[in-house]
């Protein structure tokens, strides 16, 4: 069927990451995944499907916290740092040694006819929300949960660095409301 994604065509999918996670807002399940969520979810269909893939950001990498909500071990993430994803696709089409293998998955018609110029299947963000979301399946498995409340250890460290930085050791005066009418 045209338009549908077909798993067992490449086993090497690039993903216009920028352009998939806006199709997935509009199209995809009542709650749509923010970025860390639908790369774990990728994450799982891609470990099903046998796929190598690559997800393509616009911007810059990630730093601190989020670089780590980011992170994985079965993606490969790239970022476009001053240019943008697209200049980072086609440079990476560009590359191939054996474009036959490679899936294009973006709605970018730039992306698109540079990817069939170089022999490369695409696909339309559609069919792969289709393919990750699709009708009765079960969620990608979750990390393990944290009770309420609780924080990641990672952000410990930055709280108790960002607390000694603004704390001027001087005892705190209850608040009455009319603090700012006195200076």
């Given at each position: 069927?045209?338009?549908?994604?077909?798993a067992?065509?490449?086993?090497?999918?690039i993903?216009d990451?920028?352009?998939?996670?806006?199709?997935?807002?509009?199209?995809?399940?009542?709650?749509?995944?923010?970025?860390?969520?639908?790369?774990?979810?990728?994450e799982?269909?891609?470990?099903?499907?046998g796929?190598?893939?690559?997800?393509?950001?616009?911007?810059?990498?990630?730093?601190?916290?989020?670089?780590?909500?980011?992170?994985?071990?079965?993606?490969?993430?790239?970022?476009?740092?001053?240019?943008?994803?697209?200049?980072?696709?086609?440079?990476?089409l560009?590359?191939?040694?054996?474009?036959?293998?490679?899936q294009?998955?973006?709605?970018?018609?730039?992306?698109?006819h540079?990817?069939?110029e170089?022999?490369?299947?695409?696909?339309?963000?559609?069919?792969?929300?289709?393919?990750?979301?699709?009708?009765?399946?079960?969620?990608?498995?979750?990390e393990k949960?944290?009770?309420?409340?609780?924080?990641?250890?990672?952000?410990?460290?930055?709280?108790?660095?960002w607390?000694?930085?603004?704390?001027?050791?001087a005892?705190?005066?209850?608040?009455?409301?009319f603090?700012?009418?006195?200076?």
């Open positions: 069927m045209p338009g549908e994604y077909n067992g065509v490449a086993n090497i999918v993903i990451g920028n352009n998939l996670l806006h199709a997935v807002r509009s199209l995809g399940p009542t709650r749509p995944p923010g970025r860390e969520r639908l790369v774990k979810i990728i799982h269909w891609a470990a099903q499907h796929h190598q893939v690559t997800l393509v950001f616009d911007g810059p990498a990630p730093t601190g916290p989020f670089a780590g909500q980011m992170h994985s071990d079965r993606l490969e993430m790239m970022f476009s740092g001053q240019r943008t994803a697209d200049d980072c696709i086609v440079e990476r560009n590359g191939l040694r054996n474009p036959d293998r490679v294009v998955v973006s709605d970018d018609t730039a992306i698109r540079a990817a069939r170089r022999r490369c299947r695409t696909v339309a963000t559609t069919a792969l929300i289709a393919a990750l979301f699709p009708p009765g399946s079960k969620p990608a498995p979750k949960a944290r009770p309420p409340g609780e924080k990641p250890s990672e952000f410990e460290s930055e709280k108790e660095k607390l000694e930085a603004f704390d001027d050791h005892p705190e005066a209850p608040f009455d409301g603090d700012a009418m006195q200076h």
